[in-house]
């Protein structure tokens, strides 16, 4: 049976490449492409394969967003995050939404088959060279939890208005509270969280979904 794909890059060369890869064994066929995150959603309310091969960075929408709106909307698609990050962070964050695999750019194209293959049998699939990092960030994102739980509500709000970039005087006038209880509640914050400065919290806060960055 042949499986049928949209790739979707905002770079003409890179899916032309890929797509000569991909089709070179017959098996496979590219039936779409798109070149932002804006035109992939569009082509899918009339073309649906059965698999995106899907670039994070990408103009209008990037690749986590489309995800994201390809989960919201129960589109039925496999998507295979398909990017040059080897950052953990955004393989996290495709997991957390629901991505079916993710490799990189760098990989040989009988492990993007193999990938391809191995979602389509109804399994998901990362980079094997990717996982000892994985896991080690989820060892670290459980510590941060638990670091996370330790905060009282109020250190919670401090920290989040801290990481927004709010002085400290804004802050007590915010939760009409004192600048000192302010500074006790960050000094609290910091031991906590185990960081020396704001910036460091603000990253943390960042990294674990806290605020987010528009």
Same mark, same amino acid.
Do not use: W
């Given at each position: 049976?042949?499986?049928?794909?949209? $790739?979707?890059?905002?770079?003409?060369?890179?899916?032309?490449?890929?797509?000569? $890869?991909?089709?070179?064994?017959?098996?496979?066929?590219?039936? @779409?492409?798109?070149?932002?995150?804006?035109?992939?959603?569009?082509?899918?309310?009339?073309?649906?394969?059965?698999?995106?091969?899907?670039?994070?960075?990408?103009?209008?929408?990037?690749?986590?967003?489309?995800?994201?709106?390809?989960?919201?909307?129960?589109?039925?698609?496999?998507? %295979?995050?398909?990017?040059?990050?080897?950052?953990?962070?955004?393989?996290?964050?495709?997991?957390?939404?629901?991505?079916?695999?993710?490799?990189?750019?760098?990989?040989?194209?009988?492990?993007?088959?193999?990938?391809?293959?191995?979602?389509?049998?109804?399994?998901?699939?990362?980079?094997? @060279?990717?996982?000892?990092?994985?896991?080690?960030?989820?060892?670290?994102?459980? %510590?941060?939890?638990?670091?996370?739980?330790?905060?009282?509500?109020?250190?919670?709000?401090? $920290?989040?208005?801290?990481?927004?970039?709010?002085?400290?005087?804004?802050?007590?006038? @915010?939760?009409?509270?004192?600048?000192?209880?302010?500074?006790?509640?960050?000094?609290?914050?910091?031991?906590?969280?185990?960081?020396?400065?704001?910036?460091?919290?603000?990253?943390?806060?960042?990294?674990?979904?806290?605020?987010? $960055?528009?």
């Amino acid at each position: 049976m042949c499986i049928n794909v949209m $790739l979707v890059d905002d770079h003409m060369m890179m899916r032309e490449g890929i797509k000569n $890869l991909l089709e070179f064994d017959g098996n496979i066929k590219v039936v @779409s492409e798109a070149s932002d995150g804006v035109e992939c959603l569009n082509i899918l309310k009339d073309v649906v394969p059965d698999i995106i091969l899907l670039d994070i960075n990408l103009p209008n929408k990037n690749g986590i967003e489309v995800l994201q709106d390809i989960k919201n909307n129960a589109i039925p698609v496999k998507v %295979l995050m398909l990017t040059v990050h080897n950052e953990v962070e955004y393989l996290l964050k495709a997991i957390d939404i629901g991505a079916d695999g993710y490799i990189l750019k760098d990989s040989e194209s009988a492990e993007l088959k193999r990938a391809i293959n191995y979602i389509m049998g109804g399994e998901n699939y990362i980079q094997p @060279s990717l996982i000892p990092a994985l896991n080690s960030r989820l060892v670290k994102r459980d %510590l941060d939890k638990d670091k996370i739980e330790s905060l009282t509500k109020r250190e919670l709000e401090v $920290l989040i208005q801290v990481s927004n970039g709010m002085f400290n005087k804004e802050i007590a006038t @915010s939760l009409n509270i004192s600048e000192r209880t302010v500074k006790n509640h960050i000094s609290n914050i910091f031991k906590k969280i185990e960081v020396s400065d704001r910036t460091q919290a603000a990253v943390f806060a960042i990294k674990n979904n806290l605020i987010q $960055l528009y």
